[in-house]
Structure formats: C-alpha cells, structure tokens
C-alpha cells in the first residue's frame, strides 16, 4: 500500500458508453478539487459496446487515473474485487459507473472512516436519504422480499446491502476481499457478512440516490441471487472463508 494515498475510487463498467464520461468527469472534478491524494480505477468487465475505447480516450490524458480490462464478462463482485485489491488508498470506495450515488457523498463516509468506522454503506432505507428517481415497482418488491431473506441469512440488522456506494478501510479491504468468491450480484452481501463475523464496525448512512433506467439487473438475477445467498450461508457455517486464508 502507498502510505501516501488516501483514497481509491473504483468504478465497475459493463457496457457504459451512455454515462462513463460524464460519470469520470464528475468523479475527477471533485477530487481534484480535495485536499487529499487520490486514485480512479476502472475495472472494465468485458464491455462489448464502446466503453473500452472511451476509457482509452479518458485515461491518456489523465493523472492517478487506471483501467483494467477483464478479458471477459465475469462479474460485478469480480470487477469491485479485482479493483479494490489493486487500489492502494488508506480508503476504497466503489460507486456505480452511473452515477446513482454522486462522489460528493464520500465527504461523510470519510468523516465517519477516520472516527474509527470500518466501514461505511449506503443505505437508501434510511429516513434522510433521497430517492430521486425510483425503481419500477416490481424490482422495489423484489427488493423488499429479497432484503428479508438477506437479513434473515446472512447480515441482520442491515437493511439496505445493495446500494453501490460504499467505502472500506484498506485494512478490512487486505483482510476479507482476497477470499471472497461471489462474482455477480450477491458479493455486496458476502462483503458484509465476512466483514460482521471478523468482527468490523460497519456503518449505514443516508444517501441521495437515482436510479438509472439503464440498470442491468434481470429479474433471473434476484433469482441467482437468491441462490448465492444460501452458498454465502453454507460458507459462513462451514468455516470455508477461514480455511481459505
């Protein structure tokens, strides 16, 4: 780790030719305007569209800026991982290429990071967040009936595990992303859940959220999902994340 870097900033893309520019010029705008080094990765998955060629354009003539390309589509959990061990910040965020979650928000993750906080989450469910945009009504239920089973498994007590803005210190990143194995939907819980059984703090907090029409969640995905979630558990009980150290 660069003792010198504060934070990394990773942005999983799958096919974001309609929003990844707009989306890095936010995120470089605002850190270039902070007091504190910093880092953007891009981990693009495999994208099939125009994304990679307009990563290439962006990054020739940017500064702490990096793309690593997947040869493939492997995942969403495989991206963030992939990022998040090759980031060398003091703190990690991943953000959603789309911007749902505006970088302006990390100001009060870091607040709470150098209070003691391991980690810090977003949690749409909260009463002081802002949905500007909301999902259609049959992912909200999906959502909802989800959440319970996720609760109930795997992380009680935290509402809202999907939200894709949230940041780690680099210790809990060293310590618990080099054995994690979920690569689509469901790794956001695994996080969690081997995060709470080696005992970090995790901290949820209110965001100002937009929900994209462009969002690549399926319906067969909360079904998948849902299948990832009874291997997390079976891992959990079974000691598989210890014996994998």
């Not at 500007?132 to 509402?159: A, D, W």
Request: glycine letters at 8%.
């Amino acid at each position: 780790m660069n003792d010198d870097l504060y934070l990394s900033v990773i942005l999983p893309a799958y096919n974001e030719e309609k929003l990844i520019r707009s989306t890095l010029n936010e995120v470089c705008g605002y850190l270039s305007a902070q007091n504190y080094t910093s880092e953007i990765i891009i981990v693009n998955d495999g994208s099939v569209d125009g994304t990679a060629k307009i990563l290439d354009d962006i990054v020739r003539n940017a500064k702490n800026m990096k793309v690593i390309n997947n040869p493939e589509n492997r995942g969403k959990g495989y991206s963030v991982r992939r990022g998040m061990l090759e980031a060398g910040g003091k703190y990690r965020l991943f953000m959603d290429a789309d911007n749902s979650t505006d970088i302006k928000e990390i100001k009060k993750f870091l607040e709470l990071l150098e209070g003691g906080v391991d980690a810090v989450i977003g949690d749409r469910t909260l009463e002081n967040s802002v949905i500007l945009l909301h999902q259609p009504t049959y992912k909200k239920i999906l959502g909802n009936i989800g959440n319970v089973f996720i609760r109930s498994l795997t992380v009680p007590g935290i509402k809202d595990t999907q939200c894709g803005f949230k940041c780690f210190t680099g210790k809990l990143v060293r310590d618990v992303f080099p054995v994690l194995g979920i690569d689509r939907w469901a790794f956001d819980v695994e996080i969690l859940a081997l995060a709470l059984k080696r005992g970090y703090r995790i901290k949820n907090i209110p965001v100002v959220w937009k929900n994209r029409s462009e969002s690549k969640v399926k319906v067969i995905d909360y079904v998948l999902t849902f299948a990832d979630l009874v291997r997390i558990k079976i891992n959990l009980l079974t000691n598989k994340y210890e014996r994998a150290k």
